[in-house]
């Protein structure tokens, strides 16, 4: 729970005494006068209602930006209104709607009007005055007055201090002009005793649905039907239903009322409920209101978080919100909803609360501000829910190096984002692999900033193309799971480090990829936790990446209030901590001023609009069913082109059935236990995987004996080795499982696999090896198998992408994103201080010597480099043009040859050789070009290579520098094979 500070509050505390003593001041004086100032009261005449709070409200002028004419409207003591120091001045506030006005009531803070008028309108251009004074004494006045209209202005003409003019409130009361009957808006079932058919355990009982308090819920038993009812204490005319639900949810249930809960008329029916939080108009009396689910969305009961009923006649009147459908710009309307904000619905929109997804923020619906839903994850729609494609894990689709494939693989995860009702999709994840231990490797991209930059800004495009905004993540220093999010993980690491190897990703996520939002992660980087990380927000994303998006805790990643909202984050998930009740202390106590609420809001809303969200009606439903064919078909051209090709002995590969009679498939991952995606947030459901067992048989046809055993123990490994000598191929599937939570402890394949592997191999020498991993592994027994194929996790179309890649029906193309080493000693992090860290630092000790970075400047010889692939044909490089810098660019331009009898593509790297005064590692990836060609066919690539991409960071000079000198310029197919090289000059 949040606290604040003993010296906030007795700040706090000074500040109301001293407008205490102002006002009776203010009493005493207009008394000694002899004017009779009526004293204010809470309660307005009888029959009168207060108009105005919450509503949009204009000024002619405001004295900061800490001052806004929506202050005065809010409901909020302790902010104000103030005009610049001039005569005349106005304020005014616009009911919705023309209202019949008895009464304004107003609060002055020192600065108060002498002369001034109340004045009404009903178009805000010809006012009528009802109210007029040339002798005002300040403090609270409370007038009565006649008069009708849909703006109320206060039009102030002689100031009675030497500053301008200043409300703490403006409150109008009236009568709404609303013929057609009032529904609400109390909620007539908080606190009233309820029942309901069952529970889930004493901590879910019926009354936590009626308690007003998003984060209790009520949850029933696991069958159908289940119910939940409430006793209102009489007979009441029913017009209105609010149900916020938890993830279980009802597909199919009735609202019903009763007099006297024993005979029951339905008032409401659905068989298609979609979650979430349904507003339902209704029409019916009772005393008693349930709601009577009869088919479960969720293998779970029901569970509502809360269950509101509005009673009275009619329907609710339609907010008035002049920024719904504007054709004003984004800027101007996102002004217009915060100038109409109280202070409690604009900290409702920067933390989550419970629902139907991972992630909800509530809906406003005094104001049309649409809620928002966030899920997970990276690799497509996560979080268990069923109805959509299992993609290729991340790192299968950074090992492509194909920007428009993933553009399209961010489109299928777009696309099935929507159709579930989500607005926020959790990914993609960019963290560098620093070590391949990490648990979450293969959820993010690569070892290189530049690859895992450009891959990502092209699925967020994807992503974003289909009315989703992508949230990017973990900013920043996320490279390990143990010690999370605690201060043990605490990264030590310099800011050339940060400038050049971790956060790249996110510059380009956010200036290409144009990314809606950023989650900041659980590290803790140089002794401050990243969530509340100034440097990390504030400076590297909103002022060098000039990010106009919000920033969005991970999941338990807040860990103040002050810090964290001052220091740029702008909304706490999954619930309200820090930023609920303790951000609302703090803006009161001015911890956290009302600008910096307002920049936060404005960020969130920014998006929001952007989006449409305003404009258009939420859709979808966790429920839908979401994949398609043609999404399928994305995952299996992912999985083909991102599955790696290592060793290729004698050309053994792609087989042929001509000459290839029988098959054995061996290992647990060839069957049905086929490791398809990683575990965590970033897991995702299969709507129908296809195991490498069933793709082969299927590929090889009835010409093809194949045959399989999985080889998990000593007897397995027996048959499966006398299944290898009697056919003419053995094909043995391994995995390394990783899962999000926790890192892998070593880099050898688990179990026995190791031993099956060699066994096999020394049983057959036409032993081929495919990796179900999410990085790198060590081969002992690569001298003796004939072929490795990296699969990565593949997603639902494994089994068929490999059964192409194996026949040849798709040539292998794609390049390693990470380095894979000889052994654990190899790594960069090869110490305890750097992995996983002792007393509760983890240093960074390498510095920019990341991956492929490392190897080369230590001059150690890796397993297989970064961007490594072979394929079934041969290429070449040739014609290398380097360009002097003209206009901070230079134009590179190589020539690609298919030198072999297939088609096939290929990855045209390059990378910048800088000079040794620098100190940066000898090459760097800054750029790549994926290819196809036909046999014997030719094509130019061209690069360009900016002055930025010959830059480096450097403290002393602050920021980044490039040092004059000659720049190496170095092509060809991977990190240690480039034969084209040249030169660029920097005077």
């Not at 190096?401 to 693989?409: F, G, P």
């Not at 050049?500 to 989650?519: C, D, H, Q, R, W």
């Not at 003419?728 to 026995?752: H, Q």
Request: with cysteine; proline share 5%.
């Amino acid at each position: 729970m949040a606290r604040s500070s003993p010296g906030t509050s007795r700040r706090h505390g000074r500040l109301r005494v001293l407008f205490t003593l102002l006002t009776v001041l203010a009493i005493l004086t207009a008394l000694v006068g002899g004017t009779q100032l009526a004293v204010p009261s809470k309660a307005s005449a009888a029959g009168t209602t207060l108009l105005s709070q919450g509503k949009s409200a204009t000024a002619s002028s405001t004295e900061n930006a800490g001052t806004p004419a929506s202050a005065a409207v809010d409901g909020n003591t302790t902010t104000r209104w103030s005009s610049a120091f001039s005569d005349p001045q106005w304020i005014q506030v616009d009911l919705g709607a023309s209202d019949t006005i008895s009464q304004v009531v107003l609060q002055w803070e020192t600065a108060y009007g002498k002369s001034f008028q109340i004045q009404t309108s009903p178009d805000a251009a010809v006012w009528t005055s009802i109210y007029s004074t040339t002798t005002g004494t300040g403090g609270t006045q409370t007038l009565n007055v006649t008069g009708t209209g849909r703006y109320i202005r206060l039009y102030g003409t002689a100031r009675g201090t030497a500053w301008g003019y200043s409300l703490w409130e403006f409150q109008v009361y009236g009568t709404t002009g609303d013929t057609g009957g009032t529904c609400g808006p109390a909620n007539a079932a908080q606190g009233r005793p309820a029942t309901a058919s069952s529970t889930e355990n004493a901590m879910t009982p019926a009354s936590a649905a009626f308690d007003g308090d998003t984060s209790t819920r009520w949850s029933s038993a696991f069958s159908d039907p289940q119910w939940v009812q409430v006793d209102l204490g009489s007979s009441q005319p029913i017009c209105h239903v609010d149900l916020t639900w938890e993830a279980a949810f009802a597909s199919a249930f009735q609202i019903q009322t009763s007099q006297d809960a024993a005979t029951w008329t339905t008032v409401y029916s659905t068989t298609s409920g979609p979650g979430g939080t349904q507003s339902l108009n209704v029409t019916g009396t009772g005393r008693y209101v349930r709601m009577y689910g009869t088919a479960r969305a969720t293998p779970y009961g029901y569970s509502l978080w809360e269950f509101q009923v509005l009673t009275g006649t009619g329907t609710p009147p339609p907010p008035n919100c002049p920024w719904v459908g504007s054709a004003a710009p984004v800027a101007t309307r996102v002004s217009q909803v915060i100038a109409a904000m109280n202070q409690s619905q604009k900290i409702s929109l920067l933390h989550g609360v419970g629902g139907a997804y991972v992630g909800v923020v509530a809906p406003i619906p005094a104001l049309c501000v649409p809620g928002l839903n966030l899920q997970d994850g990276p690799q497509g729609v996560g979080d268990g829910l069923g109805g959509v494609t299992q993609l290729p894990a991340p790192v299968a689709a950074a090992a492509t190096w194909d920007t428009a494939l993933e553009n399209q693989y961010g489109a299928t995860e777009g696309t099935e984002f929507a159709g579930k009702g989500v607005s926020v999709a959790l990914g993609p994840t960019v963290n560098i692999v620093r070590d391949p231990r990490f648990g979450r490797a293969f959820e993010t991209f690569s070892e290189d900033p530049y690859l895992a930059g450009q891959i990502a800004a092209a699925n967020i495009q994807g992503i974003q193309s289909q009315g989703v905004m992508a949230q990017v993540k973990h900013a920043a220093v996320y490279n390990q799971e143990t010690n999370r999010n605690s201060p043990a993980d605490n990264a030590i690491v310099d800011n050339q480090t940060l400038q050049e190897i971790y956060l790249p990703a996110f510059n380009a996520a956010i200036t290409k990829g144009n990314a809606s939002s950023v989650m900041c992660s659980y590290s803790t980087i140089n002794g401050t936790y990243a969530c509340e990380n100034p440097y990390i927000l504030n400076t590297a994303l909103y002022q060098q990446d000039a990010f106009t998006g919000f920033v969005t805790s991970d999941w338990g990643a807040t860990h103040s209030t002050v810090a964290s909202a001052n220091s740029g984050l702008t909304m706490e998930m999954p619930g309200s901590g820090y930023f609920g009740t303790a951000l609302s202390s703090a803006v009161t106590a001015g911890t956290v001023t009302t600008a910096t609420l307002n920049t936060m809001v404005g960020r969130v809303l920014t998006k929001m609009f952007e989006f449409g969200l305003f404009d258009k009606a939420p859709s979808g439903s966790t429920g839908a069913t979401v994949t398609t064919p043609a999404h399928v078909a994305t995952a299996r051209t992912v999985a083909e082109e991102g599955t790696v090709l290592l060793k290729n002995a004698n050309s053994l590969l792609p087989l042929s059935t001509s000459t290839t009679h029988s098959i054995a498939v061996l290992g647990n991952d060839g069957g049905s236990g086929v490791q398809t995606s990683g575990g965590g947030s970033a897991g995702v459901s299969s709507s129908g995987t296809v195991s490498p067992l069933t793709g082969i048989t299927n590929r090889a046809g009835s010409g093809v004996t194949v045959s399989y055993e999985a080889g998990t123990d000593a007897a397995g490994v027996t048959r499966a080795v006398n299944l290898a000598k009697a056919s003419d191929v053995a094909i043995v599937f391994a995995n390394y499982g990783e899962s999000e939570g926790s890192d892998i402890s070593n880099i050898d394949l688990p179990g026995n696999q190791n031993t099956l592997i060699s066994s096999v191999a020394a049983a057959n020498p036409k032993t081929i090896v495919v990796l179900n991993t999410g990085s790198a592994v060590t081969m002992p027994w690569l001298g003796s198998v004939a072929g490795v194929f990296e699969n990565w996790y593949a997603g639902q179309e494994a089994g068929n992408a490999i059964a192409a890649l194996l026949f040849g029906d798709a040539n292998p193309s794609g390049k390693l994103p990470v380095t894979f080493p000889a052994s654990l000693a190899d790594v960069p992090a090869h110490t305890t201080a750097q992995w996983p860290g002792t007393n509760n630092q983890v240093q960074y000790s390498e510095g920019v010597d990341v991956g492929y970075r490392w190897y080369d400047s230590q001059n150690k010889t890796p397993l297989f480099p970064f961007g490594y692939g072979l394929s079934y044909t041969s290429f070449g490089f040739s014609n290398l043009s380097v360009g002097a810098l003209s206009g901070n660019t230079s134009t590179v331009t190589a020539t690609v040859t298919n030198t072999g009898t297939t088609a096939g593509a290929e990855v045209a790297q390059l990378y910048v050789g800088d000079p040794s005064s620098t100190g940066e590692p000898p090459k760097q990836l800054k750029g790549f070009v994926r290819v196809s060609l036909a046999p014997g066919q030719s094509q130019t690539v061209q690069f360009t290579v900016s002055s930025h991409d010959l830059a480096h960071w450097a403290d002393s000079a602050g920021g980044w520098t490039t040092t004059s000198g000659a720049y190496q310029i170095l092509v060809g197919d991977s990190s240690r094979n480039l034969p084209l090289t040249g030169t660029i000059t920097v005077p």
